[in-house]
């Protein structure tokens, strides 16, 4: 009992501190002088990026779940058929997560014929939403940006079998899974911008 508590404790605190992450990240504030206590911001090129696994030889659909932006729209991902499509695992609570946002957001802008789900594992809607409203309104509301809350992490383990966060995968225009990206991406890599040219 007291384990669950410290850690609903924990996962609040940094669920908090999340929207100040992201406005460091996206503001670039990692050259300015780091307060003694403070943690250091590091420019995204120089953290180690997420192994990438090809899974194209298995031609493998994916299942056809269902979700629910947070602006209530209720859609199949096959509704996305004939677009690509990147569905990111991530919470408000992982800092992996937030820093790599700007970029995957910066990809939905750059392909606008690709669908971005980013599907959240916050402990509650509360936590998503404040997070979401500190993104930048235009890329939010991008017609191909689709956010939405993953209650109890149904779609995000029992479906995907996703337990580390973040977790990106690449959806063809088929709906067949080509690519797996576990852990922090760098999404303005020339090696991932070729994957995501490539189908």
């Not at 997420?50 to 947070?70: G, L, M, R, W």
Request: net charge negative; hydrophobic share 45%; aromatic share 8%.
């Amino acid at each position: 009992m007291k384990l669950n508590i410290i850690l609903l404790l924990g996962a609040l605190i940094v669920g908090f501190a999340a929207p100040h992450i992201y406005q460091s990240v996206k503001n670039g504030s990692s050259s300015q002088p780091v307060a003694q206590g403070s943690v250091k911001q590091v420019p995204i090129k120089q953290v180690p990026v997420a192994p990438v696994y090809d899974v194209a030889d298995n031609e493998k659909s994916v299942p056809d779940i269902q979700i629910t932006t947070i602006d209530n729209k209720t859609m199949h991902l096959s509704d996305l058929l004939d677009h690509k499509i990147l569905l990111n695992f991530w919470a408000s609570w992982c800092t992996p997560c937030i820093v790599e946002m700007p970029q995957l957001l910066d990809v939905a802008t750059n392909n606008p014929d690709m669908f971005v789900i980013l599907l959240s594992s916050d402990l509650n809607e509360e936590a998503l939403m404040r997070f979401v409203e500190t993104l930048p309104k235009d890329q939010r509301t991008q017609d191909n940006v689709l956010i939405a809350w993953d209650e109890g992490g149904a779609i995000t383990r029992n479906v995907f079998q996703t337990y580390q966060l973040p977790e990106t995968v690449m959806i063809d225009d088929r709906g067949i899974l080509r690519h797996k990206f576990v852990g922090l991406v760098d999404w303005e890599d020339d090696d991932i911008l070729k994957i995501i040219e490539r189908y």
